[in-house]
Structures are given as structure tokens and as C-alpha cells.
């Protein structure tokens, strides 16, 4: 068998000592030329000096450098749909950019600024595994809550995000009427709800008699008109209003249907008459209303009867007082036969023109 002859390598030095050990002879050279004239200690110091320096700088650990952090760093806060709330807590949810995603990498860092004062920290969590991120829980004070979060790192802290703002209102939204007015006469078959409350609140109008309802809404100064069917006789209406935040309010209220015209109602004392008792005394009274129902006073009325076998009976013109009523007496003379006894009562107004009523009595053996 041949055996393989052994083959003698020199150890060499390494590249690095190697380029050290040529430095070391040039200056050792360099020191026999200084040496005569007294440099040679100079020149070993100077040698040793440089030579450690540049031994401690080649074998040290290379130290991170930390970049600060920047705009692109930034979170950001998720809006909300409806910044006004009647809730005392909430769930702050955002977003942070992809490549601070992971475990250790850094802390969200929220801040909260209450109506016109500086900016506080509520809390801070870890940085996650994904870019969303929520904080749970967030308590709000009564007015405005201005949020704003950041990332706090190795490099420092990044600028804050966008502010994101919720309303936190709990109170309950005032409603004034401006018309109707609480049992009012409506000359129509529907009425206009009118009146003030919280800006951009909702407004439901139900009529409880009818079963009728409509819906509006407050415009930026509060201000809402809303229309709603009515019925005849009393109306009983209920006005909810409903703010952004969620909080409610209700007013009651009744309006009477009117017949939108000038109105008159006769009467009589009675409505049977004895043959037997004639002459009899009878009285007539008619009640007169505006076309908004209310008594009229002033309205000329003149009444007069029909009656078998008898000319007819006319009162003179009266006027009615300020209950919206005359009266005028008269007597069904002897002579008349049994049978109906017409009464009629014309009611004429300068503003509203004119009406008649009518009415049956019977003369009875």
C-alpha cells in the first residue's frame, strides 16, 4: 500500500495581525532612524498608542445605531360614525403601519385633551401582532373628549395621529313648541308642529287619537316643522325628540279639529207645545263661532218662526254678545194647529259672511 506523505504547512498569521505585524516593523525601522537623535521614545509611544487604538477599534461590538421615529411611524384613530354619545365609556379602535407590527417592537401611547386643555395620557398598550388595535374601556367626560395616540419606541416617540373627537351628553334635549298652541281649534285636516330643540336631534309626532304619525328632524340651529294628520273633535299629540347622542325628551299636547267655517247652533226652551196652553212663551238661542271655533261676538242674527196656521214670526235684527250668543223670547199665538213649528236663526259677519241654523218644535193636543 502507498501511504500518503505527510504534507509540512506553515502557520501563518491571520490577514489581520498579519497587516499589523508589517505596521509594527515600519515603525520599529522608523524608531532606529529617531533613535540617534532622541526620538526613539517618542516614537514608541506614539507606535503603542496607535497600535492599541487600532486593535481595540478593530475587535470592539459593532453598537445599533437608533433611527428616530417619523411621520410614516404615526397611528391613526378609527372616527367614529356619531361623535355625540350618551355612553360613559368607549372602545378607541385604530391602526399602526405594517412594518411596526410584532411583539416588543413598541407601545401605543393614547392622549386625551378635555374641551380647550393641553393633552393628557389615559393609557398606553404593547404594540401587537397585527395593525389593528383597540383600547377598550376608554371613560369620557361630560363635553368633549379629543383623542389622539402615538408609538413610543426605541427611536422615541412618533407625532400624534389626527385627533379624533367624541361628545359624551347625557342630558336630555329641551323642546319648545311654537305652535300649536295646547288646545288650539285647527281649521284643517292636518296641523304643523313647529318648534326648537338640540341640533340634528330626531323628531317623532304621533297622534294618539288617530293613530297617525310623522317624523322630521332639528336642522343645524335646532329648528323643526313637522306635519301631522288630524281627526275631528280632540287630538291628543305626542312629540318625542331624540339627540345625536341618543338621549330622549317627549311633550304632550291636544288640538281640536275646527270645521274651518263660521258655525251657529239654535236651540229652543222646548220642544213640545200644548195645544191647550197657547199662547205659549218660547225662547230661542243661538251660539255663534269664528271658523277657529271660538265664540264670536258682534255676529248680526235674526231668528223667526214657522207655524202652522199662523203668519210668520220674525225677531228684529240682534247682535250677539261676547260668549258668541243672542237670545230673543217670542209667543206662539192661540189659533195655531197642531203640527211642526219651524225655527230658523241667519247669522251674517262683515269677515266671515254668513250661516243659518234651523231647528223643530211640534204643537202637540
Given at each position: 500500500?502507498?501511504?500518503?506523505?505527510?504534507?509540512?504547512?506553515?502557520?501563518?498569521?491571520?490577514?489581520?495581525?498579519?497587516?499589523?505585524?508589517?505596521?509594527?516593523?515600519?515603525?520599529?525601522?522608523?524608531?532606529?532612524?529617531?533613535?540617534?537623535?532622541?526620538?526613539?521614545?517618542?516614537?514608541?509611544?506614539?507606535?503603542?498608542?496607535?497600535?492599541?487604538?487600532?486593535?481595540?477599534?478593530?475587535?470592539?461590538?459593532?453598537?445599533?445605531?437608533?433611527?428616530?421615529?417619523?411621520?410614516?411611524?404615526?397611528?391613526?384613530?378609527?372616527?367614529?360614525?356619531?361623535?355625540?354619545?350618551?355612553?360613559?365609556?368607549?372602545?378607541?379602535?385604530?391602526?399602526?403601519?405594517?412594518?411596526?407590527?410584532?411583539?416588543?417592537?413598541?407601545?401605543?401611547?393614547?392622549?386625551?385633551?378635555?374641551?380647550?386643555?393641553?393633552?393628557?395620557?389615559?393609557?398606553?398598550?404593547?404594540?401587537?401582532?397585527?395593525?389593528?388595535?383597540?383600547?377598550?374601556?376608554?371613560?369620557?367626560?361630560?363635553?368633549?373628549?379629543?383623542?389622539?395616540?402615538?408609538?413610543?419606541?426605541?427611536?422615541?416617540?412618533?407625532?400624534?395621529?389626527?385627533?379624533?373627537?367624541?361628545?359624551?351628553?347625557?342630558?336630555?334635549?329641551?323642546?319648545?313648541?311654537?305652535?300649536?298652541?295646547?288646545?288650539?281649534?285647527?281649521?284643517?285636516?292636518?296641523?304643523?308642529?313647529?318648534?326648537?330643540?338640540?341640533?340634528?336631534?330626531?323628531?317623532?309626532?304621533?297622534?294618539?287619537?288617530?293613530?297617525?304619525?310623522?317624523?322630521?328632524?332639528?336642522?343645524?340651529?335646532?329648528h323643526f316643522s313637522v306635519i301631522l294628520a288630524i281627526g275631528d273633535g280632540t287630538n291628543d299629540i305626542g312629540i318625542t325628540a331624540v339627540d345625536p347622542a341618543g338621549n330622549e325628551n317627549h311633550l304632550v299636547l291636544a288640538v281640536r279639529y275646527g270645521s274651518g267655517a263660521l258655525g251657529a247652533s239654535l236651540s229652543g226652551s222646548a220642544s213640545q207645545v200644548k195645544?191647550?196652553?197657547?199662547?205659549?212663551?218660547?225662547?230661542?238661542?243661538?251660539?255663534?263661532?269664528?271658523?277657529?271655533?271660538?265664540?264670536?261676538?258682534?255676529?248680526?242674527?235674526?231668528?223667526?218662526?214657522?207655524?202652522?196656521?199662523?203668519?210668520?214670526?220674525?225677531?228684529?235684527?240682534?247682535?250677539?254678545?261676547?260668549?258668541?250668543?243672542?237670545?230673543?223670547?217670542?209667543?206662539?199665538?192661540?189659533?195655531?194647529?197642531?203640527?211642526?213649528?219651524?225655527?230658523?236663526?241667519?247669522?251674517?259677519?262683515?269677515?266671515?259672511?254668513?250661516?243659518?241654523?234651523?231647528?223643530?218644535?211640534?204643537?202637540?193636543?
Amino acid at each position: 500500500m502507498t501511504g500518503h506523505r505527510r504534507v509540512e504547512r506553515t502557520r501563518r498569521l491571520a490577514l489581520p495581525f498579519r497587516f499589523l505585524f508589517v505596521i509594527a516593523v515600519l515603525s520599529l525601522g522608523g524608531g532606529v532612524l529617531f533613535a540617534a537623535t532622541g526620538g526613539l521614545g517618542k516614537a514608541a509611544e506614539a507606535i503603542g498608542s496607535t497600535f492599541s487604538g487600532f486593535v481595540a477599534d478593530l475587535t470592539a461590538t459593532p453598537l445599533p445605531s437608533t433611527q428616530p421615529l417619523s411621520e410614516s411611524t404615526t397611528p391613526l384613530l378609527d372616527e367614529p360614525a356619531e361623535p355625540y354619545t350618551n355612553q360613559p365609556t368607549i372602545d378607541l379602535v385604530g391602526s399602526i403601519p405594517d412594518e411596526l407590527v410584532g411583539a416588543g417592537k413598541g407601545r401605543i401611547r393614547v392622549y386625551v385633551a378635555l374641551g380647550d386643555q393641553d393633552p393628557g395620557v389615559v393609557t398606553q398598550i404593547p404594540v401587537g401582532r397585527t395593525s389593528r388595535f383597540i383600547v377598550p374601556g376608554v371613560t369620557l367626560i361630560e363635553g368633549t373628549n379629543a383623542f389622539t395616540a402615538t408609538i413610543v419606541g426605541p427611536g422615541g416617540e412618533s407625532d400624534p395621529s389626527p385627533v379624533v373627537t367624541y361628545v359624551f351628553d347625557a342630558t336630555k334635549p329641551r323642546i319648545t313648541l311654537a305652535s300649536p298652541k295646547d288646545g288650539a281649534v285647527v281649521n284643517a285636516k292636518s296641523v304643523q308642529v313647529v318648534g326648537q330643540t338640540q341640533p340634528r336631534s330626531q323628531l317623532r309626532v304621533r297622534n294618539a287619537t288617530t293613530g297617525a304619525s310623522s317624523i322630521g328632524q332639528a336642522d343645524a340651529s335646532g329648528h323643526f316643522s313637522v306635519i301631522l294628520a288630524i281627526g275631528d273633535g280632540t287630538n291628543d299629540i305626542g312629540i318625542t325628540a331624540v339627540d345625536p347622542a341618543g338621549n330622549e325628551n317627549h311633550l304632550v299636547l291636544a288640538v281640536r279639529y275646527g270645521s274651518g267655517a263660521l258655525g251657529a247652533s239654535l236651540s229652543g226652551s222646548a220642544s213640545q207645545v200644548k195645544l191647550s196652553s197657547l199662547p205659549a212663551l218660547t225662547q230661542l238661542t243661538v251660539v255663534v263661532s269664528d271658523p277657529d271655533g271660538r265664540p264670536l261676538e258682534g255676529a248680526r242674527v235674526t231668528f223667526s218662526l214657522t207655524v202652522p196656521n199662523v203668519s210668520a214670526i220674525t225677531s228684529p235684527t240682534l247682535e250677539t254678545g261676547g260668549d258668541g250668543t243672542a237670545t230673543w223670547s217670542t209667543l206662539i199665538p192661540r189659533g195655531a194647529k197642531t203640527g211642526q213649528v219651524s225655527a230658523t236663526v241667519i247669522v251674517q259677519t262683515s269677515q266671515y259672511g254668513q250661516t243659518t241654523d234651523r231647528m223643530v218644535m211640534t204643537i202637540v193636543k
